[in-house]
């Protein structure tokens, strides 16, 4: 016989034994859902031994397979199904799974996770959807898993971390990406041996003290960050990273910037005179920007605005006249309820400020500088003119001595 012939019979022998319990579990889907497609049913694999070890699935209930048809079970994707505490407790039977991936799920309120605790072997968890029943906090059986590796939870309406991670001593990546956090980074993953990679980004506002973890050789902070600060350069940093302000410097609260009043809050620039702002009078380095204290970027500007003549200020009836400020409610005054909180500051069409809110201190709206100008060339024409005078009555003293010469 044929050599070929009889290895091509011995592989295809082989591929059906091993396959004998993935064809079953077909068949007796068919069976109880005519009216799917084995579409439905994305991939089944089996071991050595021919029993079923990958399942991926979606659109369909397999509850009771989980239970009764599957016992050697180790990598598991459930996509589009309807989660319900039945389908918990019977993954909690799966005890030799090492993957567990749930993407786009409806869940049941108020699902009691705890019986996924005995997922002892558990490695890998994945959970991530864009289903309005998004879960609101991590599921506690998570950190009694001390064998997981990679957690990877997106997509939820999760807003904070607790500290309980430091109990997943084997972790090596710890992916949160476009949830909703609005925390502190919790300082126990810095106690974690094996962690490699972290990625907060997309979510809502990520606070408090980076990570100093030297394991860590990717870390990604996003660039909601205005409330976080690093303890230290890491090598870990992407560029956003590196944007992130020390925790050393002090971040200005009342408008001021510099040496002693610390920088500028994210997104402002430091004027020469050092005032927090984002127009270019604050922003362009030829005008004095601080790039020590703040950003020095160029906003987009506002249309310039004529003078107000009726007392109220704002994009219809203008700018205040020289001296006073405009209200929150767009009325000019000079008086604290006009210049302080609320205060509109207004510019020209390069940016450049046109109104401001200190009359007596900061700021000088156009008027004034015009009206500077006009005095300074007034001034320096009336030393020119006495400087002419001066010299005048010198000629005439010259002339003065000569003529007393000559008599002489």
């Keep these: 016989m044929n050599l070929k012939i009889i290895f091509n019979f011995i592989c295809l022998s082989v591929f059906v034994l091993a396959d004998t319990e993935c064809n079953k579990f077909y068949d007796k889907y068919r069976e109880e859902y005519p009216d799917k497609t084995d579409n439905d049913i994305r991939g089944c694999y089996t071991n050595d031994e021919g029993r079923i070890n990958y399942l991926f699935m979606r659109l369909n209930d397999y509850t009771n397979e989980l239970s009764s048809t599957i016992e050697t079970l180790e990598y598991l994707s459930i996509i589009e199904q309807h989660f319900t505490q039945e389908l918990i407790n019977n993954i909690a039977k799966q005890t030799n799974l090492k993957e567990l991936e749930i993407q786009d799920c409806h869940f049941d309120e108020n699902l009691n996770f705890d019986p996924l605790k005995s997922l002892t072997k558990l490695e890998e968890f994945q959970l991530w959807d864009y289903d309005e029943s998004s879960i ?211 510019y020209d069409e390069k940016g450049f400020e046109l109104q401001g809110c200190d009359v007596n201190e900061y700021s000088f709206t156009i008027d004034s500088l015009e009206y500077i100008n006009n005095n300074n060339n007034n001034n320096n024409n009336n030393n020119n003119n006495n400087n002419n005078n001066n010299n005048n009555n010198n000629n005439n003293n010259n002339n003065n001595n000569n003529n007393n010469n000559n008599n002489n």
Excluded: A
């Design 136 to 346: 609101t906090e991590f599921p506690e059986f998570l950190f009694s898993l001390t064998s997981l590796k990679i957690l990877m939870i997106n997509q939820q309406d999760i807003t904070t971390i607790p500290d309980s991670f430091e109990n997943l001593i084997n972790l090596e990546k710890l992916d949160l990406r476009g949830n909703k956090l609005d925390c502190n980074v919790p300082q126990s993953l810095n106690y974690l041996p094996k962690l490699k990679k972290v990625n907060f980004r997309d979510n809502i506002n990520i606070k408090g003290n980076t990570l100093i973890n030297e394991h860590i050789k990717d870390c990604e902070y996003g660039t909601e960050v205005n409330e976080l600060c690093k303890v230290k350069d890491m090598k870990c940093f992407d560029d956003n990273g590196k944007l992130i302000i020390s925790c050393d410097e002090k971040i200005s609260t009342d408008g001021t910037c510099g040496k002693k009043k610390g920088k500028c809050p994210s997104g402002q620039c430091c004027s020469k005179y050092g005032w927090c702002g984002t127009s270019e009078m604050y922003c362009l380095i030829s005008n004095g920007c601080q790039s020590e204290f703040g950003n020095c970027t160029t906003p987009s500007p506002i249309p310039q605005l004529p003078v107000s003549t009726n007392g109220r200020c704002g994009e219809k009836d203008g700018r205040c006249p020289s001296g006073q400020c405009c209200s929150k409610y767009g009325w000019c005054g000079k008086s604290n309820n006009y210049c302080e909180k609320g205060c509109q500051i207004m």
